[in-house]
């Protein structure tokens, strides 16, 4: 089982390495790409929500303070994937494409007695799109030009933490990530005139754009269990994420390309440390009633308008490669979601799914030609199917189902339906076992 889980964690790193991506949306050519939902399976269930919650038999990266909770004598280990189909509507034009990706690999044991320990390796961003978009530049319809945007990359973390419960009730952790990534992207166009030649004599314009990014990520985290009674209680947490610069020299090479002599003219572009990660905070609120019913909250705050982001302008027929002040926005974020199940010990397969849903709300963190990006609504359900056998009954399957919605004034319509497929395998590694 060790090799298995070994071997697992080893292949997530490979395919993050290798710079899969796990979205076609033509929204990850702005900014970072699109930003990664950085949840397990359990919280997939529940739409992300975990700032409050303390999970036994879980890793909740999403606080590092939650750490503290883990069984003794066990190893979680807990890996994803996922797969969706988007729906793209822009002025009654429609189009649908397929994705699947590795989501997570994470594990997580305890050290000592409050104190837990957690790694692994999880998406940042993606970046995953090759569209093209034509039209025509005079009135008699002889001369059109087609151009076409592609892009592929993202950023990848991998991370290590611990949690303490330092005083009765109150817990603090932290997680220590290593981030890394290739983002590559390109536009390209040329001309044709109907006349029956192939080109016109327009000059095409290629603008190829790269960057890469070897930094660090530091994530702090609270929690404090208040309880209410003799089977309630109520947590409250927090996280923090200040926010760097990410060691990254984004470059841009424009190319003009004369049709006729093939002559093609580079010229390249580079700003020293440009790339920027905001800081980012977030604070929840988690209900437990009997640890069968739990009901939590999150708002989460991410400061990009704080942050900067090169861009290529042309200004009075002078090109240049500048970082821009009023390219990102603050991203807020609302999610609500829960959990029932009767609990691990009760007799019967059905007695013991635990059943979730969430629903979440998100604003834009990029400025799509001076205006706000898409707004996103998201919803999911999910299931904890037990894993039951002679040797464990602590294991679980996590499935969810979810559909996420962006739209914005003028912009490209995405609704997108996913499948989430989490394997949380608990193991008893540290029982001493006593011979009579």
């Known amino acids: 089982m060790r090799k298995t889980i070994c071997g697992l964690l080893l292949a997530a790193v490979s395919v993050s390495a290798n710079g899969q991506s796990g979205t076609n949306s033509p929204y990850s050519q702005y900014g970072l790409g699109v930003l990664a939902d950085q949840t397990s399976g359990f919280n997939r269930g529940m739409n992300g929500v975990g700032v409050g919650f303390r999970e036994h038999n879980q890793v909740n990266f999403v606080n590092p303070a939650s750490y503290s909770a883990m069984d003794s004598l066990t190893f979680i280990f807990d890996a994803g994937v996922s797969a969706q189909i988007t729906n793209f509507n822009e002025n009654g034009k429609k189009k649908n494409a397929k994705n699947a990706d590795f989501e997570y ?17 999880l998406p940042f961003t993606n970046v995953g799109y090759n569209f093209s978009t034509s039209a025509v530049l005079d009135a008699n319809q002889t001369i059109g030009y087609i151009n076409q945007y592609k892009g592929s990359g993202g950023i990848h973390q991998v991370f290590v933490g611990m949690g303490w419960e330092p005083v009765r009730h109150l817990s603090v952790g932290f997680n220590a990530s290593y981030v890394w990534g290739e983002i590559n992207r390109s536009i390209s166009n040329a001309y044709d005139e109907g006349s029956g030649t192939e080109y016109s004599s327009i000059n095409s314009l290629s603008k190829v754009y790269s960057a890469t990014a070897r930094s660090y990520k530091l994530d702090f985290g609270v929690q404090y269990q208040l309880p209410l009674g003799k089977k309630d209680f109520l947590v409250v947490g927090g996280t923090f994420s200040p926010g760097h610069k990410m060691n990254s020299t984004p470059q841009c090479t424009v190319t003009s390309v004369n049709p006729v002599t093939s002559v093609s003219n580079p010229t390249p572009y580079s700003i020293e440390d440009a790339l920027e990660l905001p800081n980012m905070m977030s604070a929840g609120l988690m209900f437990n009633h009997n640890n069968q019913l739990k009901v939590g909250v999150d708002y989460s705050l991410q400061q990009w308008s704080k942050t900067s982001f090169p861009v290529y302008k042309v200004q009075n027929d002078v090109p240049s490669y500048v970082l821009s002040n009023d390219y990102f926005l603050d991203r807020h974020k609302v999610t609500i979601g829960g959990e029932y199940g009767r609990g691990e010990m009760v007799r019967g397969f059905f007695n013991r799914l635990r059943y979730r849903a969430g629903v979440s709300y998100s604003t834009p963190y990029v400025k799509i030609n001076g205006v706000d990006g898409p707004k996103e609504l998201s919803v999911s359900a999910g299931f904890g199917i037990p894993i039951v ?9 996590n499935i969810s189902a979810q559909w996420g919605h962006l739209s914005g004034k003028g912009l490209i319509t995405e609704n997108t339906f996913r499948i989430n497929i989490g394997m949380t395998f608990n193991e008893r590694w540290f029982m001493k076992w006593k011979v009579e």
């Open 389 to 397: 056998n002679i040797i464990n009954n602590r294991s679980y399957l």
């Open 105 to 121: 690999a994470v594990a997580g044991f305890r050290m000592a007695r409050h104190l837990g320990m957690s790694f692994g390796v």
